[in-house]
């Protein structure tokens, strides 16, 4: 902006002096004028093209620090997906392991920290009892609770579900009633993990 200032001057500058020597010599002083107050208007132009030049480089530079940012961040996200929310109703939410870590509970974690499901529960000796599931609490008066079913059956030879005890289907998939709560309850890539709302 500074230059910009000192060049208008200096330009207005040099077309008086020129005007004022012209007066007495006549045309060719005119011509003098003329050639100089271009050069001083071409100088002028110049410094504001190479001032927009850097202005349009600096947002340039700053947008595509931004866009790869984002990237990065939006790659992070996928990469770190330990557990899909495959399902959610309001009396069911279906979950399906995309790695072997953790157990039931702590994939209700992950996804609840993601605002992608919402619970609440409480710790007793046989660990997380799920009380309600995106704001629908078991009706204890009607007999409800949160059911726990999976595809897992069999693991390092422990039992973790049987048919025998209820099932629940989800996109054609029967999911049997799980023998652990969801602390115990492993986390098995490829399986689905079903919390249900049920009476008894």
């Known amino acids: 902006m500074k230059k910009q200032q000192l060049a208008k001057i200096v330009s207005l500058l040099a077309a008086s002096v020129l005007v004022l020597a012209s007066c007495g010599n006549g045309d060719s002083s005119a011509d003098s004028v003329n050639s100089t107050t271009s050069a001083a ?16 480089t600096d947002a340039s530079s700053e947008t595509t620090t ?3 940012s984002s990237e990065a961040e939006e790659t992070s996200s996928q ?38 499901l919402d619970f609440t529960g409480s710790q007793s000796e046989y660990g997380l009892y799920i009380e309600s599931v995106n704001g629908r609490t078991a009706d204890a008066d009607k007999n409800e ?6 595809t897992l059956t069999e693991l390092d030879g422990v ?18 009633s ?23």
């Open 41 to 56: 208007v071409t100088e002028e132009s110049s410094v504001q093209d190479s001032s927009l030049e850097a202005t349009t």
């Open 79 to 116: 990469s770190d997906e330990k557990y899909s929310l495959v399902f959610t109703a309001e009396d069911a939410v279906v979950i399906k392991a995309n790695t072997t870590e953790g157990s039931l509970e702590d994939a209700l974690n992950v996804l609840k920290d993601s605002n992608a």
């Open 159 to 176: 039992s973790y579900s049987s048919a025998e005890y209820g099932t629940y289907d989800y996109d054609g998939t029967q999911c049997a």
């Open 145 to 150: 609770y949160w059911a726990v079913y999976t």
């Open 66 to 68: 931004s866009d790869a």
């Open 178 to 200: 799980a023998s652990f709560g969801a602390s115990g309850l492993p986390m098995v890539e490829g399986n689905l993990y079903a919390v249900v709302l049920a009476a008894y």
